[in-house]
């Protein structure tokens, strides 16, 4: 059998995702209540059978580490793993890595052991469900050197992704990257029945952007990252479509860059709405995560609307509408939570610790009495006391970095471990 190695892009600072990542790399940050997104790219290579899996990052490893150390055991059987690999000093380099393509460079010879076949390269910000078995049987049937999977995109859509134009068997004629509003980029529209069959078609979508998922022949790979290039995106791929057989893999399903705060807040609370776009409730091909072996949410005297609790959760006469509240949250009597993504407690605290919290004038893990939230985010093991306002009140802050707290696309973000005293108004 042909053998595939996978290798999932963890990203560099995540500076697009801070403060979320001010302590955590961002293939570590929490999403829908339960998850980590790093899960998003690994579930996706299990449910297609790929079990040999790299993680390649840089910033704030710890709690990656952790979460995977703890979650992806394989048997001896398998032979899967999923392992990090995070920038290293070597007698050949000693520098970090310095994009996409100049990582997967640096740990070659990680990859080289295993004596694949093929590569798959993936990205840990994106949220799609993908059979990747099918893309790389797509690609060995096309003979392809190299194959991008590619998402049908609207014009407005185009300005912000590297557009693919193709021929009408899907080979990759040029590559633009991110094409201003006012060029002309009509030349770069796709033939339409090479989407014919497919479901969630729409005709309004005329270009082929690249989803930034790449399946390569092993020797392909290493022959193209024999060079001081440093990006797949902006380097290699473009490069590519000039010398070798490049093909486009084209998908219809929902797919999502949720590398921003805006992007990453929108798709957590449309988990939480009544037909999200990502379907979390596919049991052929689950998102799997770290088991915790946590009691079910409890719930007293609450109204809950168009929202998720995840486990180990008690909540107590509390309104919650439009909003995703993670593991082991404790919401406190008359709390109101409005368009907001909690991300829960790492731990419980004893009868004891809260006694210490009480006599230091420091509020309880979880959400106080009366506490009144609306479109925000609060990080892990965050404390916010009784009687608060967070973002009720038009107060005139601009984006930016405050004391206790952030503001980024006007979403207020509540730090991992932040404290906001009890009858704080921001």
Request: hydrophobic residues 35%; charged residues 25%; glycine residues 8%.
């Amino acid at each position: 059998m042909d053998k595939t190695v996978a290798i999932v892009l963890g990203g560099g600072k995540g500076t697009r995702l801070y403060p979320l990542t001010k302590e955590r790399a961002k293939p570590a940050v929490p999403f829908g209540g339960k998850y980590r997104l790093v899960d998003i790219p690994i579930s996706n290579c299990i449910n297609s059978d790929l079990k040999q899996i790299y993680i390649l990052t840089q910033f704030n490893t710890a709690s990656l580490h952790n979460h995977i150390a703890n979650t992806y055991i394989f048997d001896v059987f398998t032979k899967g793993f999923v392992e990090i690999l995070a920038a290293e000093q070597t007698f050949e380099s000693s520098s970090w890595y310095q994009g996409t393509a100049d990582a997967v460079r640096k740990n070659m010879y990680h990859f080289k052991g295993q004596n694949p076949d093929y590569y798959v390269i993936l990205s840990g910000d994106q949220l799609y469900r993908m059979d990747i078995q099918d893309m790389i049987n797509n690609h060995k049937k096309c003979g392809a050197e190299i194959t991008v999977a590619s998402t049908p995109v609207t014009r407005k859509d185009a300005e912000g992704l590297g557009i693919i134009k193709c021929d009408k068997r899907g080979r990759a004629i040029s590559f633009l990257e991110k094409p201003s509003s006012d060029m002309d980029i009509s030349n770069l529209k796709f033939d339409q029945t090479l989407l014919e069959g497919m479901d969630n078609v729409d005709s309004e979508k005329e270009y082929m952007a690249s989803m930034g998922i790449y399946v390569f022949n092993a020797e392909t790979m290493e022959e193209l990252l024999d060079n001081d290039f440093v990006d797949f995106g902006k380097d290699i791929i473009p490069g590519a479509i000039k010398s070798k057989h490049v093909n486009i893999y084209p998908f219809t399903g929902f797919w999502e860059d949720i590398g921003t705060i805006k992007a990453f807040f929108e798709s957590n609370l449309d988990i939480a709405s009544l037909t999200p776009k990502f379907n979390f409730y596919d049991e052929a091909r689950p998102i799997y995560t770290h088991r915790r072996h946590l009691p079910a949410t409890k719930m007293n005297f609450c109204t809950v609307s168009q929202s998720l609790a995840a486990e180990g959760s008690i909540i107590t006469n509390a309104s919650i509408v439009n909003s995703i509240i993670g593991i082991r949250t404790i919401i406190e009597t008359g709390a109101n939570l409005d368009s907001v993504y909690c991300m829960g407690a790492t731990y419980y605290e004893t009868e004891k610790e809260k006694e210490k919290n009480q006599k230091k004038g420091l509020p309880n893990l979880g959400i106080g009495r009366g506490t009144i939230i609306k479109k925000a985010i609060i990080d892990v093991n965050a404390r916010i006391g009784d009687g608060c306002r967070v973002g009720i009140d038009h107060m005139e802050r601009k984006d930016g970095e405050y004391n206790n707290f952030s503001i980024v696309d006007g979403i207020i973000v509540i730090p991992k471990n932040g404290v906001i005293i009890a009858g704080t108004n921001i």
